[in-house]
């Protein structure tokens, strides 16, 4: 291994390694530095996505929604199962398996790529070095012509309630947890919050959800934030709007909440407690005092639009930096970061970045609200198409939500696209290429989609936005 590098990537998640393998592809002298130790004790690439983060919380997701459908839903469709048991041990074992799977298959990757992977903590120092401190507290400098900071972001930790053991944890503890609590409060309704929630509630667990700001989902299109809620009441998540936690204590019988709403100081005993606020970029350690990498008051690098910091040879990525904290954005930025360094021109458009809650129901997004379209003054057009008129979905028995297009009204081009409903996530892909493709509502209304499938929503919802859906009344003009 090579104290000399052409790129240093510092982190191993989904921005990091997709940066590494990239500038490798790109024949590039590659190393990544990554400190990550699994559930096993030993290292592990992938970083918080794919240890404790995106993977493991959809594979938990997934195997809670077979078990509540098996015990609630196949009736539906005509078959009867009885005495239908959760065994949480496997589930968990199951979401382990996942993890090292794919985790181990990142390590492949790097080996078939020729990308160094450098066991251990990194510090930025000047003059492009790194600094590595491994597992022995041995330290060891290395120098690259270009560094790419990776660092990713942890969850947010609040002085009023503080973690505890496995009662009060963040997203991370949730997903290990071999039995199910009778009463669970999570600490916040975005998308962490909401999909834990879902997973606990779908075992068995009486689940309050308390979120501090009046809106729900306020970076959602506020039309599908409202169905979304109502979905979630319905299905048993007890959301509690503007409740701001002022402190907790640890019982022998569970966890006493003090709460405050619009109804005054309230009080919820509950057995566990998840504290899912938000994450904040993972900035300690990341440089030496000497070093003058700039940060601003958020603990984001700053960067300027191709994502160099002001450092010469320096990057920043993914969480690190402006923008969603989305495992994709980071991804595309990796690459767009790796072909820039290799002279290459690349383009990376943020605007069409989608974003998903992996809920029931899945609830998606790309582009422009409604509410963002009024507050600039764009005059525009919208078209909404519900499951419930669906063949597919009325076969799947799962009619709930909706598909709706916004489109500028002078242009008909695509501004946004907001689903919520059976598979969205896999729907959205084709708003985020209609936005991708400066595409219009034209475009998509004269595309021929398959019948019967959900995607015909989309085809459906164009029509409507101009007042011609064919399997819904129409809005007179």
């Not at 077979?66 to 009885?82: C, F, K, M, Q």
Request: hydrophobic share 40%; aromatic share 4%; with cysteine.
């Amino acid at each position: 291994m090579s104290d000399n590098y052409d790129v240093i990537v510092l982190g191993a998640g989904p921005a990091g390694y997709v940066a590494a393998i990239r500038c490798a592809q790109l024949g590039l002298k590659t190393a990544c530095v990554e400190k990550w130790i699994n559930k096993q004790g030993q290292p592990a690439l992938g970083g918080t996505c794919l240890n404790v983060g995106c993977i493991p919380s959809k594979a938990l997701l997934e195997s809670s929604h077979i078990y509540e459908n098996t015990a609630h839903g196949l009736s539906a469709h005509g078959i009867s199962v009885n005495d239908v048991k959760a065994d949480i041990p496997a589930m968990i074992a199951g979401k382990d398996k996942t993890v090292q799977e794919l985790t181990g298959g990142i390590e492949h990757l790097f080996k078939a790529n020729g990308v160094d992977w450098i066991k251990g903590s990194g510090t930025l120092l000047p003059e492009r070095q790194i600094q590595v401190t491994g597992s022995e507290s041995e330290k060891t400098i290395y120098k690259a012509e270009n560094i790419v900071l990776a660092t990713g972001s942890n969850s947010i930790e609040i002085g009023s309630v503080p973690l505890q053991g496995e009662v009060i944890v963040d997203s991370s503890g949730a997903l290990d947890w071999e039995s199910v609590p009778k009463k669970l409060c999570v600490i916040g309704a975005g998308v962490i919050g909401l999909e834990l929630g879902s997973v606990w509630r779908r075992l068995g667990a009486e689940v309050v959800i308390l979120e501090a700001q009046d809106v729900f989902l306020p970076v959602v299109d506020q039309q599908i934030a409202k169905d979304a809620l109502r979905q979630f009441n319905r299905q048993g998540l007890d959301i509690k709007l503007g409740a701001r936690v002022l402190a907790s204590e640890v019982t022998a019988d569970g966890v006493t909440l003090t709460y405050t709403d619009q109804a005054g100081e309230q009080q919820l005993q509950v057995d566990r407690v998840i504290v899912a606020v938000g994450r904040r970029p993972n900035i300690d350690q990341l440089t030496s005092p000497e070093t003058d990498l700039l940060i601003d008051e958020r603990g984001l690098v700053h960067v300027n639009a191709v994502c160099e910091t002001n450092l010469p040879g320096v990057w920043a990525i993914g969480d690190l930096v402006r923008g969603p904290m989305l495992a994709h954005k980071g991804s595309e930025e990796g690459v767009a970061v790796a072909e820039r360094i290799a002279g290459k021109q690349c383009h990376l458009n943020y605007y069409a970045i989608p974003s998903v809650i992996y809920t029931l129901p899945e609830v998606s997004w790309v582009g422009k609200t409604e509410e963002q379209l009024k507050e600039e003054g764009i005059e525009y057009k919208s078209g909404v198409f519900p499951f419930a008129a669906s063949g597919r979905a009325k076969a799947m028995r799962d009619t709930a939500g909706m598909v709706k297009i916004l489109a500028d009204k002078n242009t008909d081009q695509v501004l946004g696209m907001h689903i919520i409903g059976p598979h969205s996530s896999e729907l959205i892909g084709h708003g985020v290429m209609a936005i991708e493709f400066e595409g219009t509502i034209e475009d998509i209304a004269r595309t021929v989609f398959a019948h019967p499938t959900l995607s015909e929503a989309i085809h459906e919802a164009a029509l409507a936005a101009d007042g011609r859906a064919l399997h819904i009344p129409n809005r007179k003009r």
